[in-house]
Each structure stands twice: as C-alpha cells, then as structure tokens.
C-alpha cells in the first residue's frame, strides 16, 4: 500500500500563487509516477500534471501549462505543484495521485490523497 499526504493548499487572489506539496510512504517502489488532479463543485474530476520518479517525464493539462511546474524529490519521496498566475476557475480540491505508470487518465493512478484546498478569489 502507498499512502499519500497532500499539504499547502489555502486562500490567494487571482495573480497569486501557492506552491502544493505531496509526501509519498509506504510501498513507493511499486509506483513509477506522482500525479496532481482537481476537482471543482458540480464539475468533473480533470488532470493537472504529471512527473515520472525514474525519467522525470512531464506531463501537464493545456489549461495550466506555463503557470503550473510539477517537481520531485526522489529521495524525500514528495512532489511539489508550484503554481503561480493563478485564476478564479483554478479554485478546486487538488488531489495527489500515484501510478505505475505516467498517465494523464485517472483511472491508471491506484493511489490517492485525501486532498487539499485550494481558492482563488478575485
């Protein structure tokens, strides 16, 4: 079992930026990739980005490319999400996620954080 803790979330105006981090445990070596999705009220859970432990393959959603960089530490076992220029409509649960495998679909990630809150307020 791996168990994924998420921390960093909170309230920023549009413009500003917070920077997520995810603390990885347990069985880590059955895993070969972190991943960031959100999920806002009434909408679906989407993709954000993605970071391979071995290659450091990146992978990263349209809506946030050039605001948000997904980064590793592959001997603490945490994946940071710094996000900068954020925007109202990036207001969302962000969720950490780990897979064998990079993938952008939820269903290739087999472990998940409880979540953290992020708000942008205009």
């Known amino acids: 079992q791996v168990q994924l803790v998420e921390s960093g979330g909170g309230l920023v105006q549009a413009g500003g930026s917070l920077r997520l981090s995810c603390a990885a445990s347990g069985r880590t070596f059955s895993t070969d990739a972190m991943g960031w999705f959100r999920q806002a009220p009434g909408r679906e859970r989407e993709f954000v980005a993605a970071?391979?432990?071995?290659?450091?393959?990146?992978y990263y959603a349209d809506s946030v490319k050039g605001r948000f960089t997904i980064s590793r530490d592959n001997a603490k076992n945490t994946v940071d999400l710094q996000m900068n220029n954020l925007k109202p409509e990036d207001t969302a649960v962000y969720y950490c996620?780990?897979?064998?495998?990079?993938?952008?679909?939820?269903?290739?990630?087999?472990?998940w954080g409880q979540g953290t809150q992020v708000t942008v307020s205009s």
């Open positions: 970071i391979s432990w071995g290659r450091g393959l990146l």
């Open positions: 996620a780990a897979a064998n495998t990079i993938a952008t679909r939820s269903e290739r990630y087999d472990y």
